[in-house]
């Protein structure tokens, strides 16, 4: 899938042990964070010299509650965001030019990508479709021998960089970029961040775009600070940084956190460090573990290399609906959402034993329940009347505050307790046998078509695309060809029947 493919990482030596012990609370580990420049919006320019230097938006048409998921470097000077609506988009910069997602396009660019850092080292872990952190702890140049003496755990002793580690780490982030330039094209940049944690590595590398090259180390390392500031890389320690960040440049700060954060003097990242956990629940729960972490520099996680990483817990799908929806309409788009669940649930060896639903709405919070059974959920219909079953027992009784009128704004669903296929011990009865069949063969059309191609006629009037990997952003461009299929799944809409 990525690279060299899912498999080939069992044919790579031993990683050396991530983490050598600790120093400044941060370890003495060394991690890349790269992450692509305005991506989806470069990719279109790089396969369009026409966009090349143009303000462009990558996203649905404006009029629907289409979001922009990407903008140029010409479209975000102008005041163009991540995540604004195209409406919004269109009215701040008129000669804005909307362009349709596609994600094809963008997955085999993000092949690419993975392909070259996993050249560079084979601990290359996948944060979204354009971010990865790579671990590159062992100098390719020093022995094994070497390396270990060099690296051993040491938590009170300093351990010495030596000029020439600092130069190999700066020659391999400008190899990497030459690596990109060559094979990606010169309009697609990334921006580097290099440091001892994923968390600052990210935050090093969000604080210089386009095209940046951070290093951002503890406080008592500023003598290796200056050291690649002799090289002329932009480098600083983390007290120099954090005074000048602001909160808000936090991955997952939001503008309603963020609000509260300066409502209680908390400005920049320097000032999160004041507070202790104790201070900050109050102000930001149930975040304030995470953020008093962040306050400190800390992030002992390692880097999960994709060959590695543990099966989800829970696999789940929402849906923001083009205008506010009443329950008693939201069969189609329960079952749109069922058949996305069901195919990655399927996809990756599981059956479920737990659906959580939540519906959000617009001038409310909104209204979650769970379902728990004693056998599986497997199937796509299995999923849909078990979140139908949930609305339909909470809209029967008086004392839940939601009816089949209740407009909703964001549908989501949720499965978890993931049991291995294998390990489930299955019905032997016809009629689920009959529909495990049919399911499968709906996941073989699907895999070798696409998700498009063949779908519930309960769903079909559900008409939008998913970006792939990582992100979370919704669209609604128009369906190509459609096959519908009328199967028994016609039963479900209405009420459950139970
Ligand atoms: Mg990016």
């Known amino acids: 899938m990525w690279g060299r493919g899912l498999d080939s990482g069992k044919d790579y030596p031993q990683p050396v042990r991530s983490v050598f012990g600790y120093r400044d609370g941060m370890g003495n580990r060394w991690i890349l964070h790269v992450d692509m420049n305005c991506y989806f919006a470069s990719v279109e320019q790089q396969c369009n010299p026409a966009?090349?230097?143009?303000?462009?938006?990558?996203?649905?048409?404006?009029?629907?509650?289409?979001?922009?998921a990407a903008a140029s470097r010409e479209a975000k000077v102008r005041g163009v965001k991540t995540a604004m609506s195209s409406w919004e988009a269109m009215r701040i910069c008129p000669e804005l030019i909307i362009v349709e997602p596609?994600?094809?396009?963008?997955?085999?660019?993000?092949?690419?990508?993975?392909?070259?850092?996993?050249?560079?080292?084979?601990?290359?872990?996948?944060?979204?479709?354009?971010?990865?952190?790579?671990?590159?702890?062992?100098?390719?140049?020093?022995?094994?021998?070497?390396?270990?003496?060099?690296?051993?755990?040491?938590?009170?002793?300093?351990?010495?960089?030596?000029?020439?580690?600092?130069?190999?780490l700066t020659a391999t982030v400008q190899r990497i970029k030459t690596l990109l330039h060559t094979h990606l094209g010169a309009v697609l940049t990334a921006s580097i961040g290099l440091s001892r944690s994923k968390r600052l590595?990210?935050?090093a590398s969000e604080s210089q775009k386009p095209n940046g090259f951070t290093v951002l180390l503890g406080d008592k390392e500023a003598e290796l600070v200056a050291r690649f500031q002799s090289l002329g890389v932009r480098a600083f320690t983390r007290a120099a940084l954090y005074a000048v960040t602001p909160v808000e440049e936090l991955a997952g700060i939001g503008s309603r956190l963020g609000r509260r954060l300066r409502g209680s003097g908390i400005h920049t990242l320097a000032d999160l460090a004041t507070r202790s956990l104790d201070e900050l629940r109050p102000i930001v729960f149930p975040y304030e573990r995470e953020l008093y972490l962040v306050g400190r520099g800390l992030d002992p996680s390692p880097v999960v290399p994709y060959w590695r990483a543990l099966p989800e817990q829970s696999i789940g799908h929402q849906y923001t609906l083009p205008s506010d929806t009443a329950v008693v309409d939201l069969p189609p788009t329960l079952m749109w959402l069922a058949e996305r669940v069901?195919?990655?649930?399927?996809?990756?060896?599981?059956?479920?034993?737990?659906?959580?639903?939540?519906?959000?709405?617009?001038?409310?919070?909104?209204?979650?329940?769970?379902?728990?059974?004693?056998?599986?959920?497997?199937?796509?219909?299995?999923?849909?009347?078990?979140?139908?079953?949930?609305?339909?027992?909470?809209?029967?009784?008086?004392?839940?505050?939601?009816?089949?009128?209740?407009?909703?704004?964001?549908?989501?669903?949720?499965?978890?307790?993931?049991?291995?296929?294998?390990?489930?011990?299955?019905?032997?009865?016809?009629?689920?046998?009959?529909?495990?069949?049919?399911?499968?063969?709906?996941?073989?059309?699907?895999?070798?078509?696409?998700?498009q191609s063949i779908r519930s006629g309960l769903s079909t009037t559900v008409h939008h695309h998913v970006i792939p990997d990582g992100r979370r952003k919704r669209f609604t461009p128009d369906l190509t060809a459609t096959a519908v299929v009328h199967s028994d799944y016609g039963l479900c809409s209405g009420r459950m029947e139970s």
Request: include cysteine.
């Open 201 to 203: 590595a990210k935050l």
């Open 102 to 168: 596609d994600y094809r396009k963008y997955q085999a660019y993000s092949e690419r990508l993975f392909g070259i850092l996993e050249s560079i080292s084979p601990q290359l872990e996948i944060f979204s479709i354009d971010e990865a952190f790579v671990e590159v702890t062992q100098p390719q140049h020093c022995t094994q021998n070497d390396a270990e003496s060099t690296l051993r755990p040491s938590a009170n002793t300093p351990v010495d960089v030596s000029p020439l580690e600092v130069s190999w």
């Open 342 to 451: 069901g195919q990655r649930l399927r996809a990756q060896g599981f059956v479920a034993k737990h659906l959580s639903l939540y519906l959000r709405q617009t001038h409310a919070t909104g209204w979650g329940s769970g379902y728990r059974t004693s056998t599986y959920l497997e199937s796509d219909t299995a999923l849909y009347k078990a979140a139908w079953y949930l609305i339909h027992t909470a809209c029967e009784d008086p004392l839940v505050p939601l009816s089949y009128v209740t407009p909703i704004r964001m549908p989501s669903l949720t499965v978890s307790e993931l049991v291995p296929t294998r390990a489930a011990s299955r019905s032997f009865l016809a009629a689920d046998q009959r529909s495990q069949a049919l399911t499968r063969a709906l996941d073989a059309i699907r895999n070798r078509y696409g998700n």
């Open 51 to 68: 966009l090349r230097g143009r303000p462009i938006g990558v996203g649905g048409k404006p009029g629907t509650r289409s979001v922009i």
